[in-house]
């Protein structure tokens, strides 16, 4: 993971975190079947990433530029009410939903893999990127993951935040009790 100076503080006052879908959330492909359908592979450890980001009172959204069912789908499996599907002008997606939350950019994260995304990183209190994220993209990023998109990056920059704000201890400590895991989405 690089981290650029003020990344630490930043994350320490999230309240939402934000995930582009295509490249972030998947690996960037779009698999289409013999009667077009549409396929999006999303990662398990991201997936509990965000339910351990939720009980730890964090928020999360979707703003993505591409519609589909699938993405409606995991957001609702992953408890994700927030979702602005359809979004070519993310920034308007943005105020509205700063406006709907009442929050302040500075306690707004989101996580990008492409210049689409540079409008919302440029006015959020920690813009992040996975690994393979375009090079502006990266360069605007205080926060960039080891891991690529779909492959345990937004697991990685979850944990990060959570290690920050003094919450992850708390959450493994109870996956160490018997009935730990019931009921968590991944």
């Not at 006052?13 to 582009?20: E, G, N, S, T």
């Not at 492409?114 to 990127?129: H, N």
């Not at 018997?178 to 009921?183: I, K, R, T, V």
Request: charged share 25%.
């Amino acid at each position: 993971m690089e981290q650029k100076s003020g990344a630490l503080e930043r994350a320490q006052a999230l309240k939402l975190i934000i995930f582009d879908v295509d490249g972030v959330l998947t690996d960037g492909g779009i698999y289409i079947g013999e009667s077009g359908e549409l396929y999006k592979p999303f990662f398990c450890r991201d997936g509990l990433g965000i339910t351990l980001a939720h009980k730890a009172g964090l928020k999360t959204a979707i703003i993505t530029g591409r519609k589909s069912s699938q993405v409606a789908f995991r957001a609702g499996e992953l408890h994700i009410s927030e979702v602005f599907q359809g979004s070519l002008d993310k920034r308007a997606a943005y105020r509205t939903l700063k406006e709907k939350l009442n929050l302040r950019d500075e306690e707004i994260g989101y996580i990008g893999d492409d210049l689409i995304d540079l409008p919302i990183m440029c006015q959020v209190g920690l813009p992040m990127a996975v690994a393979d994220a375009v090079p502006e993209v990266r360069q605007q990023a205080l926060l960039t993951a080891g891991f690529a998109g779909g492959q345990g990056a937004v697991r990685e920059l979850i944990e990060f935040i959570l290690k920050a704000q003094g919450k992850w201890q708390a959450l493994l400590q109870d996956f160490y009790e018997p009935d730990a895991g019931s009921g968590l989405a991944q």
